[in-house]
């Protein structure tokens, strides 16, 4: 059965991958931000619903939902990416019309035998040998693309003649040997720093500003200091934890709930085992008698008595339960691959076993405990049944009451909140001002209660509002209009915002200082400790190596070129502020050029292909708008990336 679910798996995935790359394409382009030359507030000389001309074919929003639609095939998208795969699905779109301009122009044209070809290597079942089966064809087409035979073969069209324009404009680039090594040398240097790290969070609580300063600060930036609308409340709540601890559950009720759901305590046979996993994936023979050697050494000691979770956490290579010391938890039938099953299911409990070969490599295994398929009894069961039921009957009846407590508001909404609650056996509470941006003491960032306590005027009662506590009735008590704040009341604002402002500055200046006390004869360390700083230590670096703290050695690009000894500038990282001293370089291993050499050059030769082309796609759509051949309208691309 797996099998065969995989193989429709790979099938899937096949029509996938045809049908999405379009999309596959300027998804990668997603993270970017991408904006078309021309989209100003030129005229729109065509319809103005189109989103765009191109060669004077207009497109429409309903086009580009037509072409999302079936890009996706049935997939679906987060509401939040959808104007954003819209707008990208349109420039492709734009793109394809441009490309058919420009191949007209030059006379470049995909053939039907061409086509043809294309289609017998990714459709060979709809040919018999040289015959080909039309209604086949046009069955498989539809069920696997979900594109009528004409969409299908004009979409087939418009990604070959993309590839003979990329073939046209890339064809002649090509990655020197310099090159290759220029991009190995980048990729494997390494460079070691000593080098302080000033964070202005951990400067912040030093700065201390006087009375007048603080005065002075909130006096320049007042307008910041703003003090929205407050309310506080009164409410009525019926408390669920309490309505729980009065409801009783009977056995009886307990046992109708386990005969109805007996299916649920059936258990199968089952082993709980731990195992050691040493991976033989992708790997030689000679590398799998190396293997299988270390495994041997592993099994002898875990046979003598040594603790088996340590050497799996030591030496399994099952990243899932290396962890937890091996533990696979309960395996059931079927469960696992037919050699570890067999192993597992037949070792006494306790017992651990010789190596199990499997797909996946060796494994040791050490049966922890053995259960035969049965029903769990009625006892063994009460204690998790109970707090189902119990959950069932405290919910039912609440909703119960909350139905009456709401009739009850609806009769009349001025009511006493007390004779409400004596009514209802509810707990009374008071809530302190708190403004619509605020948590709202008891209920926290409850949106209903926010709701409630800012659209009722005083006096007025809420319909019952669910709440983790229960179901609460409030009624607004005090408003303090919006104001501008006194000092006094925003007092902790205030200062937060003055030591962030003056930590900011501190931070930079003891970086300069740093760097300008090394530069003047003083050693890094001597300057670092003059001004209380501390010096850390870098491992050895690659520029995809990372620091603590600081980030990938990107950051430190500089070091890379500069000599032992030398001291950085001051420079900002990420709203820190970072001074560094290169303490030595690694050399780079040449010898390892030739294992990298061809796929540097085959990731230089793409990346050089795609900015080529990149620039090509640029180049021809600005060309288009200059002629009057393209034409984007702003505004309805506005409307479809808004309402997509």
Same mark, same amino acid.
């Given at each position: 059965m797996l099998r065969s679910i995989q193989q429709r798996d790979l099938e899937r995935n096949r029509w996938v991958k045809i049908t999405m790359s379009v999309l596959l394409g300027i998804i990668c382009l997603s993270m970017l931000t991408y904006l078309i030359p021309g989209m100003g507030s030129a005229a729109f000389s065509n319809s103005p619903d189109a989103v765009a001309t191109v060669g004077g074919e207009q497109i429409s929003p309903i086009d580009v939902q037509r072409q999302l639609n079936q890009v996706l095939h049935g997939q679906a998208i987060p509401e939040i990416y959808k104007g954003i795969y819209a707008k990208q699905v349109l420039e492709q779109m734009i793109f394809t019309r441009a490309l058919a301009l420009e191949a007209d122009r030059l006379g470049i044209r995909v053939t039907n035998q061409e086509l043809s070809d294309r289609i017998k290597q990714i459709l060979p079942s709809a040919w018999n040998g040289d015959t080909w089966l039309k209604d086949r064809y046009a069955l498989e087409v539809q069920t696997r693309a979900g594109m009528s035979v004409p969409e299908f073969e004009n979409y087939l069209r418009d990604q070959m003649l993309q590839e003979k324009f990329h073939q046209l404009v890339t064809d002649a680039i090509t990655v020197t040997p310099a090159e290759v090594h220029q991009e190995f040398r980048r990729r494997n240097e390494k460079v070691q720093i000593d080098?302080?790290?000033?964070?202005?969070?951990?400067?912040?609580?030093?700065?201390?500003?006087?009375?007048?300063?603080?005065?002075?600060?909130?006096?320049?930036?007042?307008?910041?200091?703003?003090?929205?609308?407050?309310?506080?409340?009164?409410?009525?709540?019926?408390?669920?934890?309490?309505?729980?601890?009065?409801?009783?559950?009977?056995?009886?009720?307990?046992?109708?709930?386990?005969?109805?759901?007996?299916?649920?305590?059936?258990?199968?046979?089952?082993?709980?085992?731990?195992?050691?996993?040493?991976?033989?994936?992708?790997?030689?023979?000679?590398?799998?008698?190396?293997?299988?050697?270390?495994?041997? #050494?592993?099994?002898?000691?875990?046979?003598?008595?040594?603790?088996?979770?340590?050497?799996?956490?030591?030496?399994?290579?099952?990243?899932?339960?290396?962890?937890?010391?091996?533990?696979?938890?309960?395996?059931?039938?079927?469960?696992?691959?037919?050699?570890?099953?067999?192993?597992?299911?037949?070792?006494?409990?306790?017992?651990?076993?010789?190596?199990?070969?499997?797909?996946?490599?060796?494994?040791?295994?050490?049966?922890? #405990?053995?259960?035969?398929?049965?029903?769990?009894?009625?006892?063994?069961?009460?204690?998790?049944?109970?707090?189902?039921?119990? #959950?069932?009957?405290?919910?039912?009846?609440?909703?119960?009451?909350?139905?009456?407590?709401?009739?009850?508001?609806?009769?009349?909404?001025?009511?006493?909140?007390?004779?409400?609650?004596?009514?209802?056996?509810?707990?009374?509470?008071?809530?302190?001002?708190?403004?619509?941006?605020?948590?709202?003491?008891?209920?926290?960032?409850?949106?209903?209660?926010?709701?409630?306590?800012?659209?009722?005027?005083?006096?007025?009662?809420?319909?019952?509002?669910?709440?983790?506590?229960?179901?609460?009735?409030?009624?607004?008590? #005090?408003?303090?209009?919006?104001?501008?704040?006194?000092?006094?009341?925003?007092?902790d604002r205030v200062l937060a915002d003055y030591q962030q402002e003056k930590s900011l500055e501190l931070a930079q200046t003891k970086a300069q200082q740093l760097a300008k006390l090394t530069k003047g004869g003083e050693t890094f360390d001597q300057a670092a400790k003059s001004l209380s700083l501390v010096v850390k230590n870098s491992e050895s670096v690659s520029r995809t190596g990372s620091i603590p703290d600081v980030g990938t050695g990107q950051m430190i690009e500089a070091a890379y070129s500069m000599p032992v000894g030398q001291v950085s500038d001051a420079k900002q990282i990420a709203g820190s502020w970072i001074v560094y001293r290169v303490a030595a370089h690694e050399p780079v291993n040449e010898a390892e050029l030739s294992a990298q050499s061809d796929q540097i050059k085959q990731q230089l030769l793409q990346s050089k292909q795609g900015a080529a082309f990149d620039a090509f796609r640029t180049a021809l759509e600005d060309r288009l708008k200059k002629e009057g051949k393209l034409v984007i309208n702003a505004d309805a691309m506005k409307r479809l990336v808004h309402s997509t």
């Open positions: 080098y302080v790290l000033i964070k202005p969070e951990q400067l912040a609580p030093s700065i201390q500003p006087t009375e007048p300063e603080l005065s002075a600060y909130y006096t320049k930036h007042i307008g910041q200091y703003q003090v929205p609308e407050k309310r506080s409340a009164r409410y009525a709540l019926l408390d669920l934890a309490k309505l729980r601890a009065s409801t009783q559950i009977s056995d009886d009720v307990l046992r109708a709930y386990y005969n109805a759901h007996i299916d649920e305590y059936k258990v199968e046979n089952r082993v709980h085992a731990e195992h050691i996993l040493f991976k033989t994936v992708g790997k030689t023979d000679a590398e799998i008698a190396e293997i299988r050697q270390n495994a041997e #050494d592993v099994l002898k000691k875990a046979k003598a008595g040594a603790n088996f979770e340590d050497l799996a956490k030591k030496y399994s290579e099952d990243d899932g339960t290396k962890v937890k010391g091996g533990d696979l938890g309960w395996i059931v039938d079927g469960q696992t691959v037919p050699e570890f099953q067999q192993a597992a299911f037949t070792l006494p409990k306790g017992s651990i076993s010789d190596l199990v070969k499997t797909q996946y490599g060796f494994h040791i295994i050490k049966v922890l #405990d053995h259960e035969t398929a049965h029903t769990k009894t009625f006892d063994e069961v009460k204690s998790t049944i109970e707090p189902i039921v119990l #959950d069932e009957a405290v919910n039912t009846r609440a909703n119960q009451i909350s139905d009456e407590m709401a009739a009850a508001v609806r009769q009349s909404n001025h009511q006493s909140l007390d004779d409400l609650a004596k009514k209802f056996n509810l707990e009374l509470g008071d809530l302190p001002l708190a403004s619509a941006a605020e948590p709202v003491a008891t209920f926290g960032n409850s949106q209903d209660v926010h709701t409630a306590l800012f659209q009722l005027r005083p006096g007025e009662l809420s319909q019952p509002i669910q709440t983790p506590q229960g179901f609460a009735i409030i009624t607004p008590k #005090d408003i303090q209009p919006a104001h501008q704040g006194t000092l006094a009341e925003v007092r």
